[in-house]
């Protein structure tokens, strides 16, 4: 008999700048030149942002003389699949991309996490940055190092752990975006304020009209917040546990809606409707006050974002959802709650909290 043990104990250090400045989609090219990430670059976006910012991203790029080449899908969450990511690869592998190139996801969520799936797996890894062009994009998914494509069988469910070399934002590109999606990004920064930051609260409080207005200055502000909680619980806990639980705020009854709404109901409308409910949950079990819940009530409405449950669905259904979500353990459906404006509460040191389905049944 032979016992061989492959020793793999290793400490990587994967930490990654994210790089918040006007103007700064400009002097990418050089900055990625110098840096010499690689010999020929993927620049991975959609039909939109291509004649956006892709174009003449690449025309920038080629003036450094480094190859490069645009591929980009029809926009839209129902191209974040297998298929499109197998298409991707194909262009990549038709156009001899190599070991040596690396890749740059340049669009909104739906492009970095394809994008970056692909960079995790093409030669087995190639280097890759986020540029980030939606709301959504720059203060969720594009910090974290969660990639992963939809199946039939729910979104999200193939992927990988990978993070990027680096993400860059610039807030000039934001200024295309249509009052939809500012309302989609709103809805987490909302949550950062709830679990993390009394000041960002009070500051979307008083002045949501100049996020409504693309106002620069106010922008960067919640993106440079958004990303600094974001980079801050997940630094903490890279994969799936502790503190990365109270990103979940508003997302257990939040996923539910957005599933039985057959996804007609959005993400961020589906999460405001959560954090309602949740935050309804937590004052009736005396976690938290009612005087917050309903600042913050009025804070989602304020940005046009739903707060009730629409009418057709049952709370059964809604249990039933919650208890299939990956979300809830060994069939207890458990909750992170705020305990006050900016802070979360814990129990035995731990966020996630285990509802009763009669609380539940009472108050939704
Ligand atoms: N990986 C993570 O941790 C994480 C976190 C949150 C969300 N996500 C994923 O992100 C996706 C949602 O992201 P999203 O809301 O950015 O959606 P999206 O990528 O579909 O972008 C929304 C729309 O805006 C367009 N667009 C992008 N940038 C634009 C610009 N600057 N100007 C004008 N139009 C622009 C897109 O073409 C698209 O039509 C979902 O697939 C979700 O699962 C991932
Ligand atoms: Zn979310």
Known sequence: MAEIRVNLKKTEDKSYNIIIEEGVLKKIPEKLKEAGLG??????????????????????????????????????????????????????LEDKFGRDSAVIALGGGVVGDIAGYVAASYTRGLPYVQIPTTLVACVDSSIGGKTAVDTP????????????????????????LNKKEIQEGLAEVIKYGVIKDAELFSFLEEKMDLVFSYDKAALTYIIKTG????????????????????????????????NLSNYKI??????????????????????????????????????????????YMKVDQIIDAMVLDKKSRGGHIEMVL???????ATIDRGYGIKIEEAVIKKVI
Not at 154 to 176: M, S
Not at 231 to 236: A, C, F, L, Q, Y
């Open 266 to 311: 959005s993400h961020g409308q589906a999460i405001s409707i959560g954090m309602v409910a949740e935050g309804k949950l937590a004052v009736e079990m005396g976690i938290w006050n009612e005087t917050e819940l309903i600042q913050m009530t009025k804070l989602i409405e304020k940005a046009g974002l739903p707060t009730d449950i629409p009418d």
């Open 39 to 92: 010999h020929k670059f993927a620049i991975i976006t959609d039909s939109t942002v291509k004649t956006l910012y892709a174009e003449d991203l690449s025309e920038a790029i080629t003036k450094t003389d480094i190859d490069n080449k645009i591929i980009s899908f029809p926009a839209g969450e129902e191209n974040k699949s297998r298929e499109v990511k197998a298409w991707i690869e194909d262009q990549m």
């Open 338 to 344: 705020p305990n006050r404006i900016g802070d979360m």
């Open 227 to 258: 990303c600094e909680i974001k980079g801050h619980v997940v630094e903490n806990d890279e994969r799936e546990s502790n503190l990365r639980k109270i990103l979940n705020f508003g997302h257990t009854v939040g996923h539910a809606v957005e």
């Open 153 to 176: 069988h729910g979104k999200n469910l193939i992927g990988a752990f990978y993070q990027p070399w680096a993400v860059f934002i610039d807030v000039n590109t934001l200024l295309t």
